[in-house]
């Protein structure tokens, strides 16, 4: 078992072990009901994700070094987007927008970012089923950080979506040239871009946390920046998928303390629809 492995290993029961706490803290705030409905949604999620994470931790013990072909761990990451989508529609029942830009936007670049699963791995059905569920809680996420003005300037918007694009261009490019030379210095290029934006989100993330009074906000970001970390360890291997993981898994403590912070805004959020 090399280093790589070792590594990955420890994240993923770092991951396991961190999820555990948060489970039974979301579960008291479900039977509090004093945070609305998401916290009740984020906890059967973090089952999801912990029953993902130990099956990986035991394959990669077990079978290290090894691909791990399709299995349950996929079924309950699937699970898990799916729950943190439903969450999140349920926090924004009072005032769903329908956005066909952003729309528009998630499902040309989830079809790419599945057709380059594909191409990668072979398996047609595999990646377009279980790709769907990262359309769906892509959407939601560009429509929510709309709406919680996520965005400092409209050029924020737009430098998130060139540079995102711009990392696909890369990894296409890669999949159509025979050079070792321009494969890794793109391969190179993509991982910079990839975990610049990562840092951009985490600043973003930061402030927001420093702003005690708008947990809904630190939620959109902290998810955001979640799903991302995941479609980057698909990109990626070696030490950049171990580092990838372990922003993924410190997210996980950002959303929790968010889910926290919801109190008393399910009751607001009729009154701060009218005065945003």
């Avoid at 579960?27 to 009901?33: D, F, N, V, W």
């Avoid at 595999?126 to 769906?136: A, C, E, S």
Wanted: proline share 3%; aromatic share 14%.
């Amino acid at each position: 078992m090399g280093y790589l492995t070792i590594m990955e290993a420890f994240l993923l029961s770092l991951q396991a072990a961190i999820v555990i706490p948060i489970v039974i803290s979301t579960a008291g705030l479900m039977k509090k009901g004093r945070n609305g409905i998401f916290p009740a949604f984020f906890t059967f999620a973090m089952m999801s994700m912990f029953l993902s994470a130990l099956y990986c931790l035991i394959f990669c013990i077990v079978r290290p070094e090894e691909r791990m072909p399709f299995a349950v761990d996929e079924i309950a990451e699937c699970a898990m987007l799916l729950l943190v989508s439903a969450g999140l529609e349920a926090l924004s029942s009072k005032r769903k927008k329908w956005m066909p830009r952003a729309f528009l936007f998630t499902i040309l670049y989830m079809s790419a970012s599945i057709a380059l699963w594909i191409a990668w791995s072979g398996e047609w059905v595999q990646d377009i089923l279980f790709g769907l569920p990262y359309v769906y809680l892509a959407y939601l996420l560009i429509r929510g950080l709309e709406y919680v003005r996520a965005w400092d300037t409209d050029g924020e918007r737009i430098f998130a979506a060139v540079m995102s694009t711009v990392i696909l261009l890369m990894q296409t490019v890669m999949l159509l040239i025979t050079s070792e030379t321009a494969q890794n210095f793109l391969n190179l290029g993509s991982y910079a871009i990839a975990h610049g934006i990562t840092a951009w989100l985490l600043w973003k993330n930061y402030r927001s946390l420093r702003d005690k009074s708008y947990g809904e906000k630190t939620l959109y970001l902290s998810i955001t920046v979640f799903l991302w970390t995941i479609l980057v360890t698909y990109v990626s291997d070696g030490i950049y998928y171990n580092v990838a993981l372990a922003i993924n898994t410190m997210t996980i403590p950002i959303i929790w303390i968010a889910v926290k912070r919801l109190r008393g805004e399910a009751d607001g959020a009729e009154e701060g629809m009218e005065n945003p």
